[in-house]
């Protein structure tokens, strides 16, 4: 069962997105999980079987909704021949949406039946229906889009390097970047465009021995003129997703994993979260009143930010939900739209929040199994209308940024429809 076990812990390297440079604080969730899901699989590897299950058992409490854990007290449990707890973590695992490849997981087969057949056909199926407003052509890698106040829709082209409007022949340059150098995020606010910008491996002109420094820059709309920018000299910062809040402005590092703070939209660049509590902070967005900030953690699940004491508590996945491998995060009046591009198939979630964002109370499906949802990104919320990148050509990269193919899948700009 070793086999499986290697096949396990790929897993958990997957949900936890892309490889960082930060030190997690083992004091940190995140920490006191990682120590025990290693000791869990250490004492598998060693066939102590009831010391593996009671390790990933109090993994598990950390995060419920861990795949990786999941699979593992299962494996532990039907080593043991406990094979109704074994069936129990299974389901756990399939209630949460999440699917088992069982050509990689063959020993499940002792204890798969009609009903956990049933559980994960209902995860592959196809809900809810998908607007296609866009379509580019060619290879564009398209991470985030803003929508103006007259309804003009701008994207960002990692490959490219460039921001701008799009148009029937594609993205009009505005904004065009050093050689390497592409904007991860956008958003515009006041007439005024924000952008995350660092060098990408998937960029045209991309040299891994430049010296290029991550930074927030504000930029003219009209003109393309860079207005202002922001830095603050770490060697390893790679900014990443933004939300323009209300009073301030604020941008997740996916490679140091902390979660900066522009106050006033001015100023100096601020740590809000250090580095060592969150594994690759994605997507973030403020509630109502701006008295709190929820950031996705790709590797743990939502987090959330009290912002007048500064307080961070993360926020545990309710039963029959998974909030791990969440990429883009945007608020629905007390809810959240959140992109999680992190599992197979993809989906489009819409989380239902308690009134104060304490707590995630339910989470339901909008949108899984079309054909054009593949590897989605950036998006933004108009109205009862969530406007997103439904594919955005990650799929056509390998992990070292080569390409895949000669004729990419196209770009597509979708939007789904939401109900108060």
Excluded: C
């Excluded at 924000?194 to 021995?209: E, L, M």
């Excluded at 393309?224 to 830095?231: D, R, Y």
């Amino acid at each position: 069962m070793k086999t499986s076990l290697i096949a396990l812990a790929v897993l958990a390297a997957v949900v936890a997105g892309p490889a960082a440079a930060q030190k997690i604080d083992p004091a940190s969730d995140l920490g006191r999980f990682h120590a025990l899901r290693a000791e869990g699989m250490a004492a598998l590897q060693k066939d102590d079987r009831q010391t593996a299950l009671d390790r990933l058992t109090k993994a598990g409490e950390i995060l419920p909704d861990s795949p990786s854990v999941l699979l593992l007290k299962a494996q532990a449990a039907l080593e043991l021949k406990r094979k109704p707890a074994a069936r129990a973590a299974l389901i756990d695992y399939l209630k949460r949406g999440l699917v088992l490849d069982l050509g990689r997981y063959p020993e499940f087969n002792a204890i798969w039946d009609a009903d956990l057949e049933s559980l994960q056909a209902a995860n592959t199926a196809r809900i809810g229906s998908l607007k296609t407003l866009n379509r580019l052509t060619g290879l564009n890698l398209v991470e985030g889009v803003a929508v103006l106040d007259d309804g003009t829709l701008w994207a960002t082209s990692l490959r490219n390097g460039v921001v701008g409007p799009i148009t029937d022949a594609g993205i009009d340059k505005r904004l065009s970047l050093r050689a390497g150098v592409a904007a991860n995020a956008i958003a515009v606010r006041d007439g005024v465009l924000w952008a995350s910008t660092s060098a990408s491996r998937q960029t045209v002109g991309y040299a891994p021995d430049a010296r290029i420094v991550s930074k927030l820059i504000k930029v003219d709309l009209a003109t393309g003129k860079i207005l202002a920018q922001f830095e603050d000299k770490r060697p390893d910062r790679r900014l990443a997703d933004l939300y323009a809040g209300k009073e301030d402005l604020y941008v997740s590092d996916g490679n140091t994993g902390e979660v900066l703070r522009l106050t006033g939209y001015q100023g100096k660049l601020q740590v809000l979260i250090p580095e060592g509590y969150l594994g690759s902070p994605q997507g973030l967005v403020e509630n109502a009143d701006a008295s709190a900030l929820i950031v996705a953690d790709y590797a743990s699940g939502l987090y959330r930010v009290d912002l007048g004491k500064g307080t961070l508590t993360r926020l545990v996945a309710p039963a029959g939900a998974a909030l791990l491998g969440i990429d883009g995060l945007y608020r629905y009046g007390n809810d959240l739209i959140a992109v999680q591009n992190g599992f197979k198939p993809n989906r489009i979630l819409r989380l239902r929040m308690s009134a104060d964002w304490s707590a995630v109370e339910k989470a339901e499906v909008l949108l899984r199994g079309h054909p054009d949802l593949e590897e989605p990104s950036g998006g933004q919320v108009i109205g009862d209308r969530f406007v997103f990148v439904a594919r955005s050509q990650w799929s056509e990269f390998d992990d070292k940024g080569n390409i895949r193919r000669d004729t990419p899948a196209p770009v597509v700009i979708g939007e789904i429809p939401l109900k108060p």
